[in-house]
């Protein structure tokens, strides 16, 4: 293992190389590539400038199957169902493409009190969900960042009826080591940063002011929560700010160097594009915009680069893209999501959003609909509670053994959901869909995935293995 100093180092020529020899293939070569892909042990940077040449509608078609069959013997066909939880706006950054950026006078600056937060999570709770992302601007009230770590304690300690937050994540500010360590001793799920953008001179571009102007100290926060005993981080890249072929495969440098150094690579990996946001010219004109096309091929080219990681789609885009790339490698999604303080207590100050919605649909109506589509919706929260995490979950994960136990845990959790909160609509879709899984299991998954569901139907509740 490497030296505590050892820092991400994004070597730009090398990708500019990399891209430029990528062109330079045929069919046989993409062939070639997905079939690596199928074996499961990732691919090398020149391998995914090869798929991103690829616009022959028969080839894409593979591409995109490839992935589909890579994530399904991964993680099988579970989408996992979180929300995002904004406690702040407050930011002390001057980023053009955002609308909580410290200049911007359009934008109506609230932190919730604790007992905002609270009346925030009844009613996420009272939808049914069981995982949230805290979000908070890039500063504080007076409390500083044990505003923070309260809102956690707020969160964990809330509960209505027979429903509670049994995971928070957290998307926050990079810190120090010494931070880091209090955030973990608070036991959050994974620490998710964006680096925006890898190209540095794009960086400074759009970065102006305040501390995540200084691209070292953002690029290297995983590193510091890790060293901090945070094993599971989440990264990512908001695309639209540059060329994506560049930051994709920057992405996979920045997650090489985590191998390399820490034995595991992230935990997830998030795909933003662009959106209008209150404020900004930038967000609502990208200076790289990303089609439709493009964005489903980094999707499939990420999902078979890094075959064990989970991908995250977010409510930035519209139902009928989210619904194209679950079958392309997503295994996360947000629901029911607002980007605002108080978004879920006050539904009509949009007017504070960070970015425009693209799926405006409530979770019952989420679930309904992935559920129609074939998958299992799942709340599951086993692997943080029973140590699954770091290397531990990437032991299961990376051959495949993780969806032995996500399979189980899912349809419980699906079934937990169906019989607190789902409407009858999504209680019929939703029954059936539950029984099509549980034939679709092998025999000996199949009887423990039965008595956990009908543990369930008989009262009991947060039932995993």
Known sequence: MSTATEGVRIDEGLIAETLAAGRRHDAARVREVLAKAAELGGLQALDMAVLMGVSDPELLGEIFQTAKSVKERIYGNRLVLFAPLYISNLCGNECLYCAFRAANRELQRRALSQ??????????VEQGHKRILLVAGEAYPREGFEYVLDAI???YRTASGAGEIRRVNVNIAPLSTEEFGL????????????QETYHRETYARVHLAGRKRDFDWRVNAPDRAMEAG??????????GLFDW???????????RHLERRFGVGPHTLSVPRMEPATGSDVASHPPHPVSDVDFRKIVAILRLAVPYTGIIMSTRETAAIRRETFALGVS???????TNPGGYSDDERLEAAQFCLGDHRPLDEVIRDVAALGYVPSFCT??????????????LAKPGEIKDHCGPNALATFQEYLEDYGSPET?????AAVARALAGLEPGLRGRAATMVRMVKNGARDVYW
């Open 115 to 124: 007992d905002e937060i609270a009346v925030e999570v009844k009613h996420l």
């Open 153 to 155: 304690d707020t969160v």
């Open 183 to 194: 955030l973990k001793a608070k036991r959050i799920g994974t620490y998710q940063v964006f």
């Open 230 to 239: 945070i094993d599971d981080v989440g990264i990512g890249v908001l695309f």
């Open 245 to 255: 072929r560049f930051e994709a495969l920057a992405l996979v440098q920045h997650i």
């Open 332 to 338: 996360q999604i947000s629901a029911g999501s607002r």
């Open 382 to 395: 086993a692997c943080y509670r029973l140590g699954r995490t770091g290397r531990d979950f990437m032991d």
């Open 427 to 431: 209680w019929q879709v939703g029954e």
